[in-house]
């Protein structure tokens, strides 16, 4: 059976960037991340939240502008990878933020190890943008190690400029989840919002419950629906694990991952640096 491709038409194409752009000018919150680095979780968690803290039930509480009301203190919130810097070398991304000035940025970071080879997943068994090996994925440039690492050293060096910055590690929502969802809700000035609630919120979005909706496609959209429900690496929730990499990378090629890592990143992000592979010793 042969797929079929829908192609977008100028028009539509033109339409979509003119409401990106609106959406992205009017949002008085930007929740930022690298591709792969867990928002996917922190939206729905954010999205639960407010379903049960507002009393009203939406077919998909990752559409976050949706609970944007005059008579909610709720704030445009507007998720997004800041463009699309996993199609960038490093130094194709932009630099200047000025753009963020006056708004808030929730920006979201993970292990670069683990974020490497959850890209690596993402484009030979989701978006099909890459038919390479792990080896050749490990050192190119566009996309890979040095791209990751440039996009949070950028951020790093812009965290100032919004009014407001707060930095979300996965591995941290991953040890409390709860009090990581409460944070971020009380940063984006969300207040009052019950232990019940939170708790409820943390419960919808356990790793098991996140593969079954993305299994049957519970909530209709392509952001969180299973490309081959039997191909495990194929799934957006594949794994959730932190240091799920040392399955993936080893010798060479972790001591290549993390010489960039341990060479590059921004003190700001300490607790990446300072690993060693010893197994390529």
């Not at 949070?152 to 707060?166: D, K, L, T």
């Not at 790793?207 to 957006?236: C, H, I, Q, V, W």
Request: proline letters at 4%; aromatic letters at 10%; one cysteine or more.
């Amino acid at each position: 059976m042969t797929a079929i491709v829908r192609r977008r038409g100028p028009v539509r194409r033109a339409v979509q960037l003119a409401r990106r752009r609106w959406r992205k000018w009017r949002a008085g919150a930007h929740l930022i991340s690298y591709p792969k680095c867990g928002r996917t979780w922190l939206v729905m968690l954010i999205g639960k939240a407010l379903e049960g803290h507002l009393g009203k039930r939406v077919r998909n509480p990752m559409k976050l502008r949706q609970f944007v009301r005059p008579w909610r203190d709720v704030p445009f919130i507007l998720q997004h990878h800041d463009g699309g810097p996993e199609f960038c070398e490093p130094e194709e991304l932009p630099r200047d933020k000025s753009e963020y000035a006056g708004r808030k940025v929730l920006f979201m970071v993970r292990d670069p190890r683990d974020v490497l080879v959850s890209s690596y997943f993402q484009n030979t068994r989701r978006n099909a943008n890459f038919s390479g090996s792990m080896d050749e994925f490990v050192h190119q440039r566009r996309g890979g190690i040095e791209t990751i690492v440039t996009f949070y050293n950028i951020w790093a060096a812009n965290r100032e400029v919004p009014s407001g910055f707060h930095l979300v590690a996965y591995e941290d929502l991953k040890a409390d989840t709860a009090g990581g969802l409460r944070a971020a809700l009380e940063f984006l000035g969300i207040h009052g919002v019950s232990d019940s609630v939170i708790q409820e919120a943390v419960e919808f979005c356990d790793f098991n419950n996140m593969r079954k909706l993305e299994a049957s496609n519970a909530l209709g959209t392509s952001r969180l629906a299973a490309r081959d429900t039997s191909d495990p690496e194929s799934f957006k929730t594949r794994k959730g694990e932190v240091g799920g990499y040392r399955d993936y990378l080893q010798g060479e090629n972790l001591a290549h991952v993390e010489r960039v890592i341990n060479e590059r990143l921004d003190p700001f992000y300490q607790r990446y640096l300072g690993y060693t592979d010893e197994s390529a010793s």
